[in-house]
């Protein structure tokens, strides 16, 4: 398992990168007030515990195990959805290749059909939440989870996220989810980034 640390990490990418589609206003308030919340809240949580000296990744996971630990849950796995989100992202449009490709077109009928079921489960998410590319006992799946929830508290390893919480559109693209998801998927996810998650799991 990778161990990221337990402190926020700049963007990849400048603020403005991913403008129109997600604009520097929506990254002010995304990343530079929810986003850094989630740490903020995690560090208190886990100040003066054994985890304070463990990865992120290891904080989610001994969170999960315990419905007693929600909101230490919620908060940490909200801080790796993130981090993994913003790596999900990129300024330049990509496409998958290699291994990865064969994968989509052997499991998911081919990348046309994937990024129709992505854009579909992702925006019919109820609520707040996420939508994901992972792989699972060595085939893919496109998945959705709600608010907090993410793959690998389920066995899965994740490829790419789509952020489905309102205030990750809602100042660009107000009630248009689809459109805001469908943008997304056509022009900034981060294909090299799936790969090293394919490929590295």
């Known amino acids: ?23 520097a206003h929506t990254l002010s308030f995304h990343y530079g007030k929810h986003h850094k919340a989630y740490f903020d809240n995690m560090a208190k949580l886990i100040a003066g515990t054994p985890q304070a000296d463990h990865s992120l990744e290891e904080v ?26 913003w790596h999900s992202l990129s300024p330049k449009q990509q496409m998958p290749s290699g291994k990865l490709l064969a994968a989509i077109d052997r499991d998911l009928g081919g990348f046309e059909a994937m990024k ?21 006992g060595g085939k893919l799946k496109i998945t959705k989870t709600s608010n907090a929830d993410l793959p690998m508290a389920h066995g899965q390893t994740a490829l790419l996220t789509i952020d489905v919480w309102e205030h990750a559109y809602y100042l660009d693209w107000q009630n248009r989810r689809a459109d805001h998801v469908n943008e997304i998927i056509a022009k900034h996810l981060n294909w090299d980034f799936a790969t090293q998650n394919f490929e590295g799991h």
């Open 116 to 136: 129709k079921t992505l854009a579909e489960t992702t925006v019919s998410q109820f609520g707040s939440g996420w939508g994901w590319l992972v792989s699972e």
């Open 60 to 85: 989610v996971m001994f969170a999960a195990k315990d419905a007693g630990r929600a909101g230490l849950f919620n908060n940490a796995a909200q801080c790796w959805n993130h981090n993994f989100y």
């Open 1 to 23: 398992m990778k161990k990221s640390p337990l402190t926020q990490q700049p963007l990849p990418f400048a603020d403005t990168a991913l403008a129109p589609t997600i604009s």
